[in-house]
């Protein structure tokens, strides 16, 4: 069965501690992996999509990891305004996608 | 200005009671998808539409119904036989490289 796993499930740091959020996956064939940013009350935000293992994308203070088991989103010098739900979602061969539960982040200043 | 919109922001049910939420799209995009999201859980589908007059069923499908009579729009109303729909409902449509842009949500309430 296919499955998407986010963790940890909550993270908290402090203005310019720098983490990564991991999304691990077992999935029959990836057709892609998909980094959303969702804040309290609204609908998620495209961040990246990555394909292949080795691809790196970057965004600001994000960096979304590739590998054939997992990605990793990393924070670099993070500020209270990263404070948000980090969703990650994989398609699989026929065109579903498949959502983790997401980490919660919360920066502090 | 390009997007998805949903309405309305708040929705009240009552027992027994259809309601349908709203989903519009200008971005063009063929394939629209409604979600339900609950806390702790991850998006789980509910109905896709790849096309105009075409539909179908995602994972938890029960209690729901839609339509898909134009482009832009894709209803979805959720009827008295879900007996647990308080939750937070995404629609979202897909555009290039399959990825899939949400609207703002509805946040469903039982009275």
């Known amino acids: 069965e296919d499955q998407v796993t986010q963790s940890p499930e909550a993270l908290r740091l402090q203005e310019g501690e720098s983490s990564s959020l991991n999304c691990s996956y077992t999935?029959?064939?990836?057709?892609?992996l998909f980094w959303y940013r969702q804040d309290p009350g609204k609908g998620p935000e495209f961040l990246f999509t990555?394909?292949?293992a080795g691809e790196e994308k970057e965004k600001e203070r994000l960096k979304a990891t590739l590998t054939k088991k997992e990605s990793f989103l990393h924070i670099t010098a993070p500020k209270p305004e990263d404070s948000a739900t980090y969703l990650c979602?994989?398609?699989?061969?026929?065109?579903?996608?498949?959502f983790g539960a997401g980490t919660r982040l919360t920066v502090k200043p | 200005d390009g997007g998805i919109t949903q309405s309305p922001k708040y929705l009240f049910r009552k027992e027994g009671q259809n309601v349908t939420l709203s989903c519009e799209q200008n971005?063009?995009?063929?394939?629209m998808y409604w979600y339900r999201q609950d806390p702790g859980q991850g998006l789980r589908l509910i109905y896709y539409?790849?096309?105009?007059?075409?539909?179908q069923k995602g994972d938890i499908a029960e209690g729901y119904s839609v339509s898909r009579e134009k482009k832009e729009s894709f209803p979805l109303t959720v009827t008295s036989a879900q007996k647990n729909p308080t939750a937070f409902y995404l629609c979202?449509?897909?555009?290039?490289?399959?990825?899939?842009?949400f609207g703002p949500g509805t946040r469903l309430l039982v009275l």
């Open positions: 979202a449509s897909r555009g290039q490289q399959e990825t899939q842009y």
């Open positions: 999935v029959s064939g990836l057709r892609g």
């Open positions: 990555l394909y292949s």
């Open positions: 979602a994989v398609r699989v061969n026929n065109n579903d996608m498949r």
């Open positions: 971005l063009n995009h063929d394939a």
């Open positions: 539409s790849q096309i105009v007059n075409d539909f």
